[in-house]
């Protein structure tokens, strides 16, 4: 769900159809306990703890396992909220109890994890059937030894989600091919868009995107590098791309062009369904929440354009806890959670993009529509902005943290009228204070 994404989506909705059913593959069990269960008897509970909507759950893929392994007794703790969830996860790594067999992680704290608790983790690397994914996937949660902490769900390749009775109404093509073509290869020419769609519009109060910072995280997440480099030094301060972005997003939010409107803060929601905002940088997991919140009447009027350039923003992974006393049934279920088979079938169900090469090939994915979405073909936009995505790409250790940050500066030019200077120099104070 970034996603990076927070995950901060909301209950399971099914906004994507496929050409075929898809049938599930059935992974082997084990016979052994959770951390919160154990062996009882022939019955075996293994934990999960989650957050968001990852899919598991929701989409009854843990009660297919469950029946096609009647030994085995699955129990998933779901926090709706990411930030929520992994204060507690660091909470209980601290102290060394209170985990679940199992643990969701986000991408943005990923690096963290794998750099300061990769012993509190089983290793998936020799987990057999597990050599599928794309390769700057995994690498995100291996370590300098080589210990892979995790096994990835799904990833956020990017592109533009826009109202096409909003863009009609200001003079701006509807079809996605030739929207897509008007900002082509730079998203300054996004900007631009957004300034002739101001001039246009025959509704003053509609504002042409929902927020400057989602602008700039597609922006970021198309460089292999934002906050930190290689060696694990803070470059943001430096980092072109970071720059670059903070620039156009201060033009966005200047030239009155935002709804001021913050992904998955208060109002957006509100701003889906109120139609506020013509036009969201939305990576594949979004999709899922803005038909939920747009609601039905608005059914038809969005679709999905290429974005200018390709990017990654969120995903997610599993992994095992060291101290799991079903360590071996915990890994089968993970690694049966996140095959090819299952990653297509999250997809058609609630829009989780697979990070998984085989499953990007399958028809599931590749001709998948969207209803909601005009028709959309979704598999196809998504999967060609996949390819897009840079085959590395460096995490830090507070990316997450920084990522917000950044977030909340914007806000403030935005919101409460601070220069671009100014609101850099406050979020460069907030970001040295936050990684000390």
Known sequence: MDKSRRKSRTRVVAVVSAVSALGLVVGCGGSGGGTGGGKKGDKVTITMGLFGVMGFKETGLLDTYMKEHPNIVIKADVAGDEQTYYTALQTHLAAGSGLKDIQGIEIGRAKELADTQKDKFVDMAGVP??????????????????KVIGLGTDIGPMAVCYRKDLFEQAGLPTDRD???KLWEGDWSKYVDVGKRFKQNSKDGKVAFMDSS??????????SSQQFYDRKGGLIYATNPVVKDAWKLASEAATSGLTAKLRQFQPGWDPG??????????????????ISEKAGPGNKGKWDVAKAPKGANWGGSFLGVMEKSPVKKEAQDLVA?????????????KIGNFPSSQTALGMPEVVDATSDYFSGAPIGKIFGAAAKEIPDEQ?????????????????????????????????TDERIKKAVD
């Open 129 to 146: 059937g597990t050599d599928h994914f794309l390769p700057w996937k995994q690498s995100q949660v291996t370590t300098s030894d080589k």
């Open 178 to 180: 030739e929207v897509a």
């Open 213 to 222: 910072s989602g602008l700039f995280n597609a922006m970021i997440y198309g």
């Open 272 to 289: 889906l369904a109120n139609s506020t905002f013509a036009s969201t940088v939305c990576p594949a997991w979004m999709l899922a929440h």
């Open 336 to 348: 049966w959670l996140t095959a090819p088979e299952q990653q297509a079938y999250l997809f058609k």
């Open 394 to 426: 460096v995490l830090g250790r507070k990316d997450g943290t920084i990522k917000d940050i950044f977030s909340q500066g914007l806000t403030l030019i935005e919101a409460q009228h601070k220069s671009p200077n100014d609101a850099w120099n406050t």
